[in-house]
């Protein structure tokens, strides 16, 4: 991939977030790192070595007293050459230091440039590239430690060794396309039918790895929904930990959607709190549960919330496409309470005592596809999950060719391109803008 126009300029921005802090990071990368150090440090500091400098604007002015930090291209984050200005965390002084920089050459940094020119100079493929903004964005440990594994080239490691496979068996099907079918003995067709089926079980390996990944990235979005007053409010509190939601004996209290993002068991999963499914006259309640229809839809897992030891009416604009949970609350005004028997798993609990609420996390985790082997996952993205249905796809369409070897060859292709899109060896520039835009500033 050739580097584009617009990475010879020289990009600054503040790397740290925004507001006050005791530490303030301005970051630099760019072919006028050198003369643009010289300028507001008065010297060019010595190659990955902390030194205490005044920073001044163009007109000499004092800015601010901190640590100046150089390294040298290619040994640097973007494999530019790289300056970072290290003050004081006012928001003040940061725009400061920042102007200071953009008067003597730089230009402001778009979202996620500094780790899309580390792409370009190859200092991390497109896989690891994402997995930058994955650990920022991460929502529990376990989704960091996927990040950091996919960040430290894990990930990419195990899609090399799939497309490593794929060039061995192209290689062999280059070699039978030298010889006439009828001389193509037995043997060679087993060969390249057995070395294609190792192939899929290690796709279909890392593709549950990145299913279960895929979970930890996004969460599970868990819609709470049932008729007013089944505990749905006091549900959601419990599993919360603290009061989110208001809880009354009055139906129809809950008017708008609640979320709240709760960690079970390392998983990421974003609660939804929503009004009680029934016609109600009133004009408030009526478009709050228009709004509880719009989060089903949108749900992974459904917990359908009735009241213990009551007649389960059906509920109706529940969605078919999501998993679902019948969950039985008020179990300690029912005790001894069984639920019916259902297609759907069912657990009893109690919002008020506490019971049942473990089995119900662990039901959640279930019916999202979680499973906590203790092995490693992989922080999949949407895009990445697609591409390895596209090669699973194009695999199994090269078994029913083992006798075409033409086709047969163009399949393999096929689901090797798909492969090098999820590292960026085949990587369209449209694609590259959308993934780095999603990126903060100054990273």
Known sequence: MEKDEVARDTIAAIATPIGRGGIGVVRLSGPKVREIAQALTGRLPKARNASLCLITDARGERIDEGIVLYFPAPHSYTGEAVLELQGHGGPVVMQAVLAACLDAGARLAEPGEFTRRAFLEGKLDLAQAEAVADLIDAASREAARSALRSLKGEFSAVIGALNAQLIELRALVEAMLDFPEEEVDRLHVHDAAARLARVRAALEEVLGKSRQGSLLRSGIQVVLAGRPNVGKSSLMNRLA?????????????????????????????????????????????????????????????????????????????????????????????????????????????????????????RAILHAAGWASTGESVFLARERHLRALESARSRLKAAAGELRRWEFFAEELRLAQNALGSITGEFTADDLLGEIFARFCIGK
């Open 241 to 361: 930990g603290e009061e989110r939601a208001i809880v009354t004996p009055i139906p129809g209290t809950t008017r708008d959607a609640l979320r709240e993002l709760l960690d079970i068991g390392g998983v990421p999963v974003i609660l939804v709190d929503t009004a009680g499914l029934r016609v109600s006259a009133d004009e408030i309640e009526r478009l709050g549960v228009e709004r509880t229809r719009h989060e089903l839809e949108r749900a992974d897992v459904v917990l359908a919330v009735f009241e213990a030891g009551q007649i389960a009416e059906p509920l109706a604009h529940l969605p078919a496409g999501a998993a679902r949970i019948d969950v039985f609350n008020k179990a300690d005004l029912a005790p001894g309470f069984l639920p019916p028997a259902t297609v759907h798993a069912a657990v009893v609990v109690s919002a008020k005592t506490g019971v049942g609420l473990d089995e119900l996390r």
